[in-house]
């Protein structure tokens, strides 16, 4: 029928500073309020993406602590 299946995508292997793709997530407004207070707490004024990153790897960090 002419229609031919979209190709799939190829996984990205990881960039050369270590990222290796965007995770895109809707969070609660609360969430986004905290997120954003703790990087105008810092006083290097990190990106928002780089504070994600570190509050994600703290969490994660307190859970493996946990179990």
């Known amino acids: ?3 031919s299946k979209p190709e799939k ?3 990205r292997l990881p960039e ?3 990222m290796s ?3 895109h997530i809707r969070l ?5 309020r905290k997120i ?4 105008r707490s ?3 004024r990190p990106n928002l993406s780089a504070v994600v990153r570190e509050l994600i790897a703290e ?3 307190a859970r493996e602590r946990r179990t």
């Open 1 to 3: 029928s002419g229609m």
């Open 9 to 11: 995508r190829k996984a």
């Open 16 to 18: 050369e500073d270590g």
């Open 21 to 23: 793709g965007a995770l």
């Open 28 to 32: 609660p407004e609360e969430m986004l």
């Open 36 to 39: 954003y207070a703790v990087r």
């Open 42 to 44: 810092r006083p290097d």
């Open 59 to 61: 969490g994660i960090t």
